[in-house]
């Protein structure tokens, strides 16, 4: 296969643009050992100790692999508890390459969700945005307020080709604008990429409209920028007029239009930990800062220790470099196209972080309520080590209101990609593992809870096959119906 990122077949390939130093040896398992290691983390990838897992696609959260000229960095930590030289040196490259003015520095993303979400939300607000992601949206109800999704339809629906399935869909956003009123929107939550959709970008002009639309009602908008870098790379190559701006330039624009931004740094800025807040309004900016010193920690470390500030500014400029993000998101677009040519049901177009399965086209004979993603990723593990991700019904939780399943309309299985990690060797591995298992995929057995926790229930909850204690079954699974499935409505 000629890995081209989608275009002509007949152009030469490309490579990554660094090389192999140092390597972490990974176990090999066989499958005895991986029924009874997912059997013992009760069928929930996010319970498998680390050690029983050949290819980690859990996520591509602070997996990342570091270069030397980070590493370089680390030992250049000044771990002093106030004003570390090595904060002023990310707040000036946040500021360089962000644009925004102030930074807090936070743990990892959900730090800066919680400071954001406590300083503008009250109860009984409504938050709109382009789909949820579970930790933002669950800052902004523990906060009083209620998430409502405004993306375009195009995102629920795995099989739309539109470039940028991550767009606001304007009418829907000036619709709950209109119903709840200015006063009780704190801000527009605009996600750049959108990772429940898949990874799907949001356009330049989408951003700037939104945004419009929303500052001429006094509306704030805040980005999560948690993958704006990867965001900046699809507009690049898809939007037009942005051809020839460089990545640093497209990143700049999109801020320009935000008040301020939350990030984990543990994707884009090619660290493993670590996350900020950056904003421009000062008064606000003082505030966060005064609640980062009770939940994070002084406002010139938040959780961070010197040198993984240092190895965050040094990350934030390696990140924007093309050949980097074409090596990055081309690897991911390898990995998605031998499952396309295998005809393997996965969201398309293919994103930015991660290949996003299909479960519901996967395995139709089950319900959502049989939990396919769920069952279908811990199904891949067993069958290869490969560990991925349930993004769907599972994911999408219960509604606070009612107590009742969100009934996600997507239902799939994540394999995310860390960076600079794995080889073009893995990636064939994995599609063909994911292969083999779409070719007996009616032997995969629905799931059924039998521990389910009150919040963030995909991180910890436990499940027991139906019908029999493995995942995969000798014979081929006795067909149900599937109505349940389409009615869905988040
Ligand atoms: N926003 C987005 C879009 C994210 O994907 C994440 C984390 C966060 C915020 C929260 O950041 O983990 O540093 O606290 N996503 C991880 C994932 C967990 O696997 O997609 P965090």
Redesign the pocket.
């Known amino acids: 296969m000629n890995r081209n990122n989608g275009k002509t077949r007949n152009r030469r390939s490309w490579a990554e643009p660094y090389k192999i130093k140092m390597v972490e040896p990974i176990k090999m398992t066989t499958r005895p050992q991986r029924e009874k290691a997912i059997a013992d983390a009760g069928f929930n990838t996010f319970l498998l100790s680390s050690k029983d897992v050949y290819i980690d696609l859990?996520?591509?959260?602070?997996t990342n692999a570091m270069s030397d000229n980070q590493w370089a960095g680390m030992l250049l930590g000044d771990e002093a508890y106030a004003g570390s030289r090595n904060f002023d040196r990310l707040q000036k490259t946040i500021t360089e390459y962000y644009g925004y003015e102030h930074t807090i520095p936070t743990?990892?993303?959900?730090?800066?969700?919680h400071i954001l979400s406590m300083l503008t939300i009250r109860k009984g607000d409504s938050i709109p945005g382009n789909m949820y992601?579970?930790?933002?949206r669950m800052h902004q109800e523990l906060a009083g307020g209620q998430f409502v999704d405004v993306i375009i339809d195009e995102a629920h629906d795995p099989t739309s080709l539109h470039p940028f399935k991550g767009n606001i869909d304007l009418d829907k956003l000036q619709s709950v604008i209109d119903d709840v009123g200015v006063a009780h929107i704190p801000y527009l939550c605009m996600?750049a990429?959108?990772?429940?959709a898949g990874g799907q970008p949001i356009s330049m002009a989408n951003i700037r409209a939104a945004s419009k639309l929303c500052h001429n009602q006094d509306i704030p908008v805040f980005l999560?920028a948690?993958?704006a870098v990867e965001n900046a790379y699809f507009i690049k190559i898809r939007e037009e007029g942005f051809e020839n701006t460089s990545i640093e330039d497209i990143l700049k624009a999109m801020c320009s239009h935000t008040d301020g931004c939350?990030?984990?740094?543990?994707?884009d800025c090619l660290v493993n930990i670590?996350?900020f807040l950056a904003l421009n309004d000062a008064e606000l900016a003082d505030r966060a800062r005064n609640e980062c010193v009770i939940y994070e920690g002084l406002h010139t470390y938040g959780g961070m220790a010197g040198r993984d500030m240092e190895a965050m500014a040094r990350g934030i400029e390696e990140s924007v470099e093309f050949n980097y993000l074409h090596a990055r998101i081309g690897q991911v677009v390898y990995l998605g196209e031998q499952l396309l040519e295998a005809g393997v049901p996965i969201v398309e177009p293919i994103g930015g972080?991660g290949i996003f399965v299909d479960a519901r086209r996967f395995l139709p004979h089950l319900t959502q309520d049989q939990f396919p993603a769920q069952a279908l990723a811990a199904a891949l593990y067993v069958d290869s080590g490969v560990r991925g991700?349930e993004r769907g019904v599972v994911s999408a939780g219960r509604d606070p209101n009612t107590g009742q399943n969100r009934k996600s309309r997507l239902e799939l299985v994540?394999l995310?990609l860390p960076r600079r990690v794995y080889t073009q060797a893995h990636m064939d591995v994995t599609a063909e593992s994911v292969i083999d298992l779409f070719e007996k995929r009616d032997h995969i057995r629905g799931l059924t809870f039998s521990y389910e926790p009150d919040h963030l229930r995909f991180f910890r909850a436990r499940f027991h096959p139906i019908g029999g204690d493995s995942i995969l079954a000798d014979a081929p699974v006795t067909s149900v119906s599937s109505t349940m499935s389409d009615t869905a409505s988040v």
């Open positions: 859990l996520t591509d959260s602070g743990h990892q993303g959900r730090g800066a969700e992601f579970t930790t933002t996600h990429t959108v990772n429940m999560d948690t993958r939350t990030v984990s740094g543990k994707k670590g996350g972080h991700m994540r995310t």
